[in-house]
């Protein structure tokens, strides 16, 4: 089970759309070398006001590929880096993997899968009625997101788009995603 990496963003400063890149670098225990979201504890501005001391289980940002397609069918234009992502993947099913799933990326670099991110009105902002598109309600009530999930850096190393991914499920039981 595995899929490929088909860009990589990051930015220095606060936005919410994050450009494309060559190359990224991830560094074990902080996240994507010079991205603002970079750190130990947390550096998304809502959970700073809460409780900076908190662990950052969001170093890293992945959203699927497929997202983009999803939403252009329904008149949105999304590309790599829009809604603020890391690395774009594609065939891989980020939103069914467990928490503590391992993911290869390329040569070196292995991240570990924290939860779902959380979608907000940002999303709205970038484009109107986006953020209906990228969370729902399932047919039993339950709340869906779709923005990709967030993962801490467990071994760093270089990121470039063709890297493929490559997927270590956690043993059983296995716990599903949860937003972080």
């Known amino acids: 089970m595995g899929g490929t990496v088909t ?3 990051s930015n220095g400063v606060y936005t919410f759309s994050k450009p494309n890149r060559p190359e990224i670098t ?3 225990g902080l996240g994507v070398e010079g991205d603002v979201h970079a750190g130990v504890t947390v ?5 700073m006001a809460q409780d900076p001391t908190r662990p950052n289980l969001r170093q890293v940002h992945l959203i699927h590929e497929e997202l983009f397609e999803e939403v252009a069918g ?7 880096g829009d809604l603020g992502e890391n690395i774009t993947t594609r065939g891989l099913d980020l939103l069914g993997l467990p928490v503590g799933t391992l993911l290869c990326i390329g040569t070196e670099a292995v991240v570990e899968v924290t939860g779902l991110r959380n979608p907000c009105l940002q999303i709205d902002a970038f484009q ?10 399932d047919g039993t009530g ?3 997101r779709k923005a990709g999930i967030m993962a801490v850096v467990t071994t760093g190393g270089a990121v470039r788009p063709g890297d493929t991914v490559t997927v270590r499920l956690p043993e059983p039981p296995h716990r599903p995603l949860e937003r972080v």
Do not use: C, I
């Open 74 to 80: 329904k008149g949105f234009t999304v590309r790599p």
């Open 26 to 28: 991830l560094l074990a």
């Open 142 to 144: 339950s709340v869906v």
């Open 7 to 9: 860009a990589v963003s």
């Open 43 to 47: 550096k998304h501005r809502s959970r």
């Open 128 to 137: 109107e009625g986006l953020l209906k598109q990228v969370v729902g309600r």
